[in-house]
């Protein structure tokens, strides 16, 4: 699986898929869709639309990639994970198709939830791709609207290695005819982006631009929410909203969808924070939001093998200690290759760890002298943010809730 081996687990084909969903009766067309993409920002989106339509009393099934403790996360429902029971029973169903098209982890899952959204006849899913979109196995969808959240430098040796070839990657979920909402994106890009619509006569719209009172912090969520709105604005004669329980929605997003692993505060004194962000426009939204604290950084940092580190080191800013992990997957980077890559000031210290609970006790000592003053982020992979969720569920974590 890509999640955790890498390239080696990655498909561009949609052949697959389009078996297996066959063999399934093709569930994907059996409910209305809203179909997402982007480099970053497509996890907060889906999330977003799926609170307001929630709220709205619609029934929503949310599908989005990766999970961080538990495959369940991939395939909700009104913000509750799908049951234990179905995908048990998914598995055995279709074992006869998985040993005739040998489909990849990735089209095992998207076709469990277009299943599990079909049997619960649900009244929209909001689904996320994966990589890039215009292969992606989500890309059979006949959805209502597509939205393009951001492009960025991501995936690189997959997807392109510009913004340009990247647009195009990601501009193939957009359908003839069918609109499409695009967030803050550079010129260049979403040329590529209005171009495709064009040419096949897809109303094209941007994001709305204004300040939205809700729980999630950092600018970024602000345009995330634009394209949210802009969306149900978009497709309003076909699910109806009240704008009394938008707002709601919009102020518990994290509660209502079960949004985990973005900005997520685990401890406020010392201020303890962690974000799943791990590409460079990620990292640069995260630094933002860390030089408007003022605070003092405290950093808990791992990686995956191939991040290029030069590009996102320099993006945060100066912190008083670096911590490094090396998240416990195949793909994780040495903590003392990392360390490497992050030139700390010359008042700053840096620390390799052989695991994360270590890590986090000593990092906790430190900010915990002047906690008014100081903050921890821990961040730099999924992988690192499921140990570190893990490890809070356990009590292993030095604070306590």
Not at 67 to 85: A, V, Y
Not at 114 to 133: C, M, P, W
Request: aromatic share 8%; with cysteine.
């Amino acid at each position: 699986m890509y999640q955790r081996l890498g390239t080696s687990a990655f498909k561009k084909d949609l052949t697959n898929i389009i078996k297996l969903c066959n063999a399934l009766d093709n569930p994907q067309d059996q409910f209305k869709s809203i179909h997402i993409a982007g480099t970053n920002g497509k996890g907060s989106t889906s999330h977003i639309l799926s609170a307001i339509y929630q709220q709205n009393d619609y029934k929503v099934g949310l599908y989005t990639s990766p999970h961080l403790l538990d495959f369940r996360e991939r395939i909700k429902l009104n913000g509750e994970l799908c049951s234990k029971e179905f995908v048990i029973d998914f598995v055995a169903k279709i074992k006869p198709h998985i040993e005739a098209i040998k489909p990849s982890f990735f089209e095992i899952t998207v076709a469990m939830a277009f299943s599990y959204f079909a049997e619960e006849k649900v009244d929209i899913a909001i689904i996320e791709t994966g990589l890039g979109g215009r292969l992606d196995s989500t890309n059979i969808l006949n959805p209502i609207a597509s939205i393009i959240t951001s492009i960025g430098l991501d995936h690189k040796d997959m997807l392109g290695d510009t913004l340009e070839l990247i647009a195009g990657e990601k501009a193939g979920i957009i359908n003839q005819g069918i609109p499409v909402i695009h967030g803050n994106i550079a010129e260049s890009p979403l040329q590529v982006i209005r171009d495709k619509a064009t040419a096949i006569d897809a109303p094209i719209y941007s994001y709305l631009k204004d300040t939205f009172n809700t729980d999630l912090a950092g600018k970024h969520q602000q345009w995330n929410i634009g394209c949210a709105l802009r969306c149900v604005d978009i497709v309003k004669t076909i699910l109806p909203v009240n704008s009394q329980f938008v707002s709601s929605a919009l102020l518990d997003v994290r509660g209502t969808s079960n949004f985990v692993g973005r900005w997520q505060i685990l401890n406020t004194n010392p201020l303890v924070v962690s974000d799943v962000g791990h590409n460079e426009e990620g990292f640069r939204l995260i630094a933002e939001q860390l030089i408007e604290l003022k605070l003092n950084a405290y950093y808990v940092l791992g990686f995956v093998k191939g991040k290029d580190l030069n590009e996102i080191a320099p993006l945060l800013p100066n912190g008083k200690e670096y911590h490094f992990v090396k998240p416990e997957v195949i793909r994780g980077m040495s903590a003392d290759e990392a360390s490497k890559a992050f030139t700390a000031p010359s008042s700053a210290q840096k620390y390799v760890h052989l695991g994360l609970e270590k890590a986090l006790t000593e990092v906790f000592d430190s900010a915990s002298s002047e906690p008014e003053l100081n903050m921890i982020f821990i961040g730099g992979s999924n992988f690192v943010i499921a140990d570190l969720l893990l490890l809070n569920e356990e009590g292993k974590t030095p604070w306590k809730l």
